[in-house]
């Protein structure tokens, strides 16, 4: 059975103790700036103006998304494949939620806002790694802020070195799409992938 709006939604679920609404912050405190310093990776979602929503992994070294004040953050584009699928989703709504994550703790931290795209180069300068400043800049107006409860990590148990598997269960990424598009090669996508591995992070 399909559950089409919130009173059926409440049928299925009861309603949620008083401190999930009270930890929601509209801005960033010291413990949300702090997790974000310790942070080397987040997930962005962000939805085009049809709301046909979209996740892209982001990732840099710990503390790579910058806390201007306890309303603003700055998030890095580095280069990638110029699909820049999220940046076109921000041009047409600029809503966009954030999932940062700390390497070994179950909590993440979920940050909802307004983002806009900067190329501002002083805004953009502080966030130079190797040398090179990133192409663009996410300014993300904050709006919610929350720590996560870590259940579903635990679940998942994403951090147990013994969950790992081994590499060779699942096909190279130049196999998967010498599968899937006519005439790719496996191996020549693999060596590019090794290459801009190594020579175009930034």
Known sequence: MAVTNDAELRTVY?????????????????????????????????????????????????????????????????????????????????????????????????????????????????????GRPPLSGLKVTVEEAFLHCGRALIRGRLWDADAQIERSSYPSYGQVLADQIAGADAREIDDDELEANRQRLY
Request: glycine share 8%; net charge negative; charged share 20%.
């Open 14 to 130: 009861p309603s949620p103790a008083p401190r999930a609404a009270q930890k929601v912050l509209a801005h960033l405190d010291i413990h949300c700036r702090n997790f974000i310093a310790l942070s080397p990776f987040c997930v962005l979602s962000s939805s085009d103006g049809n709301g046909q929503a979209d996740a892209s992994p982001r990732g840099d070294p710990p503390g790579f998304v910058k806390v201007l004040d306890d309303r603003t953050l700055l998030l890095p584009d580095r280069p990638g494949n110029n699909q820049v699928d999220s940046l076109q989703n921000i041009v047409e709504n600029p809503g966009v939620g954030l999932l940062f994550f700390i390497p070994g703790m179950n909590e993440t931290l979920r940050v909802k806002g307004r983002a806009e795209i900067t190329t501002d180069p002083d805004l953009l300068e502080p966030l130079t790694v190797g």
